[in-house]
């Protein structure tokens, strides 16, 4: 709880206490010179229950496409078993894709520029029409159809689609589209919009529930012929595998690499809850390893108008990384941090914003008088602190920091905080 005399969390609200002898080891170091790749597609998802109605109420289109900036949205393909909006070849029925095409088409109205991003939806394994499979899976002259079939019926409804994800998480649907799969599903794509004279949109994939299952993109990678313009994966809060995001990233080459569906939630912890403080934490290291490693395309699961504490953390984790780059930074426990009871701090710098996000989740170790120091430029102003606990209010405590010579903040980071820092800076 950041602020009042009565409070118990602290933080200095001046920085007059001073080792000036302390070396940068000791310090929480942000070099604003060394940039990472720029964080420009965020994409509102439709996908997730409700979304499409949220998005059309209470401003919350605006907000999401002007205010914050984002570039995009997230929309279903279905053909499943609970919407079989594709019965046949050649036939769409409408009523299943109303919800998202008003949706889209309020969107494209505030900002004209939106990307639509089409994603095949995952229901199981009924995720596919039984016209469009075999025993093996999908068929990818058939497959195919569904797909012109789908853009083609987007573009009557004045929505062409720029992104197509072909596939959504092999692991849980019957399709088995593994490389040689999409390599032709696409190739075929490609001969029918030609031929129907439509857009080709993009192609991102695998979009599989986990990084690095089956060697997928090793296996991809050569292969002949370029049919994935995007790198899209799925990378979840507790299992992190580290190791493999990189192997795929790697993989992946010079395209661009999105997290195409970011989830903020306990998987299973039976006595966490997707509004506790440790779901939080969770969710904040793993968007961090993607922006460590060079994504620079997100999309959160179930993404809502602040109200809750979860509500309010999404936002502060996600709104100051629209069109940001991440920042070069180190801390006393090192630049790289696994476990979530170590220091993690990161720094991402929008404009002229600079947002710098420090959580302690150790049980019991404080991290005392804490200096958090600009290896160049200047801090122009206030520092603006907000803290999260588990007693504190939804939208956590804030208060203003006083820097020092404009190069420098303290703050003591108590056990159980998640705390980020806001100020203007001048390079």
């Not at 790198?231 to 997290?259: I, Q």
């Amino acid at each position: 709880m950041l602020g009042g005399m009565n409070m118990k969390i602290r933080i200095l609200i001046t920085a007059m206490v001073l080792c000036m002898n302390a070396s940068a080891y000791d310090d929480v170091v942000i070099f604003p010179e060394e940039k990472g790749v720029l964080l420009n597609r965020f994409f509102y998802d439709f996908k997730s229950p409700s979304a499409p109605w949220k998005f059309t109420r209470n401003g919350w289109a605006k907000t999401l496409l002007q205010e914050y900036g984002f570039t995009g949205i997230r929309t279903s393909i279905y053909g499943t078993g609970k919407k079989p909006a594709h019965p046949e070849p050649g036939v769409v029925l409408e009523q299943y894709y109303e919800s998202e095409t008003q949706g889209l088409k309020l969107a494209k109205k505030i900002d004209p520029d939106t990307l639509i991003f089409a994603s095949k939806k995952l229901d199981n394994t009924q995720s596919f029409p039984e016209w469009t499979k075999d025993y093996n899976g999908v068929v990818p002259e058939k497959y195919a159809i569904l797909l012109i079939d789908y853009l083609e019926y987007m573009k009557r409804e004045g929505l062409e689609v720029d992104i197509l994800g072909i596939d959504n998480e092999r692991r849980f649907n019957e399709g088995n589209i593994m490389p040689e799969t999409h390599r032709d599903i696409v190739l075929e794509l490609r001969r029918l919009t030609a031929e129907r004279g439509l857009r080709m949109p993009k192609i991102i994939g695998p979009e599989d529930y986990a990084m690095g299952r089956n060697d997928w993109m090793k296996i991809f990678s050569g292969l002949d012929g370029n049919t994935m313009d995007i790198f899209g994966g799925h990378y979840y809060t507790r299992v992190r595998p580290l190791n493999k995001l990189k192997s795929d990233l790697a993989y992946a080459g010079d395209r661009e690499k999105w997290h195409s569906e970011l989830h903020w939630d306990n998987h299973g912890d039976k006595e966490d809850s997707t509004h506790s403080m440790k779901t939080a934490v969770c969710s904040f290291i793993a968007l961090w390893d993607c922006t460590d490693n060079g994504m620079n395309g997100f999309s959160w699961w179930d993404f809502n108008p602040k109200k809750k504490r979860r509500d309010h953390l999404m936002h502060a984790a996600t709104v100051p990384l629209v069109n940001a780059r991440p920042l070069k930074m180190i801390d006393p426990d090192g630049a790289e941090t696994i476990d979530i009871t170590e220091l993690h701090t990161r720094a991402f710098l929008q404009g002229d914003k600079l947002t710098i996000y420090a959580i302690n989740f150790h049980s019991s170790k404080t991290w005392d008088n804490l200096r958090f120091k600009l290896a160049s430029g200047r801090i122009i102003g206030s520092v603006e602190g907000r803290q999260w606990t588990d007693e504190a209010p939804p939208e956590g405590q804030s208060a203003k920091i006083r820097p020092f010579a404009g190069k420098s903040f303290r703050a003591a980071l108590e056990p159980g905080t998640i705390n980020v820092f806001t100020c203007r800076v001048k390079l």
